[in-house]
């Protein structure tokens, strides 16, 4: 590895599984102090251990995105054990693909708006008085889709909460932009995690994968790279962007 994320203190949430296990893998490779979180306790506890065993430096908080107060643990243990923040990558997301609109049970809706809007929403309102405060500033990476540019169909509430993780991620990097905290959302094409392992088998998927230039999903660690660049030093420009790493579906 390069030392991209050298000395940098990052939090991921979501990081049990997916794009957020192997964002926790290879920033930590990268020479950064990780804050992991999600909700499964063996799977965080086994990758904290996995990390550790390479060297590298990672803690576990277990909890849920859509809690102020355990995403407010999270940041307090980044302080405890590293000693602040520098940046974050609010990945925690779930949708399903299912029924019509119009046969969407309520508690659906507010489940997927939950823990995509509102399980960023909480780490922003716990992350930028942090970063604030350290005066070093910081950058924040949020997951967005492809999901949050235009709709496929069955899929209305996650598309309006993707849509939204796009319209906070832009409102945010436009108030703190000069006051040293960058702020970007991923725009996600398909990609091989739990999430999409259903659809995959009963093939739903593969029309979302065709429209992609590249004809296929994404390897995990391929949107994971993109966060790390991020979170990096070397987007120090980039601000308000939804990148796309979509194999060119936007
Ligand atoms: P996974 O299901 O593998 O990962 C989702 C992660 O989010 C898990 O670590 C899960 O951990 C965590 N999570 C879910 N709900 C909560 C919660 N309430 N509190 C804390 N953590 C939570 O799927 P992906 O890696 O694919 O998903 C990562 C992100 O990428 C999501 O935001 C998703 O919407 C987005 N995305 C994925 C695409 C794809 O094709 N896979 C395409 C576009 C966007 P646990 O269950 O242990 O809490």
Redesign the pocket.
């Known amino acids: 590895n390069s030392g991209l994320l050298r000395d940098k203190r990052i939090m991921i949430?979501?990081?049990?599984?997916?794009?957020?296990?192997a964002a926790a893998r290879l920033f930590a490779a990268e020479g950064a102090s990780v804050i992991l979180?999600?909700?499964?306790e063996k799977?965080?506890y086994d990758l904290v251990e996995e990390i550790r065993a390479d060297a590298g430096r990672a803690v576990a908080v277990i909890?849920?995105?859509?809690s102020p107060a355990d995403v407010e643990q999270v940041v307090s243990v980044a302080v405890e054990r590293f000693g602040g923040l520098d940046a974050a990558f609010n990945?925690?997301?779930?949708?399903s693909r299912g029924t019509d609109l119009h046969e969407t049970e309520d508690s659906v809706y507010d489940q997927i708006m939950d823990?995509?809007v509102r399980?960023v929403w909480n780490c922003l309102r716990h992350q930028i008085p942090l970063m604030l405060d350290q005066r070093t500033g910081g950058t924040i990476v949020n997951?967005?889709?492809?999901?949050g540019l235009f709709a496929t169909g069955a899929l209305a509430p996650y598309v309006a909460a993707?849509h939204a993780v796009l319209g906070l991620t832009k409102a945010a990097a436009a108030e703190y932009g000069s006051r040293g905290i960058r702020v970007n959302a991923l725009v996600?094409?398909?990609?091989r995690?739990?999430?999409?392992e259903g659809s995959v088998r009963s093939g739903t998927k593969r029309p979302v994968a065709a429209r992609a230039i590249q004809h296929r999903?994404a390897d995990?660690l391929e949107i994971a790279e993109a966060a790390a660049w991020l979170c990096s030093d070397r987007s120090s420009f980039v601000t308000g962007g939804a990148v796309p790493v979509d194999g060119g579906c936007s």
Request: proline content about 2%; overall charge positive; cysteine-free.
């Open positions: 949430t979501g990081a049990s599984s997916g794009i957020g296990a979180m999600a909700r499964r799977l965080l909890g849920d995105v859509t990945n925690a997301g779930w949708g823990v995509n399980g997951t967005s889709s492809t999901a993707k996600v094409g398909s990609t995690t739990e999430l999409t999903m995990p």
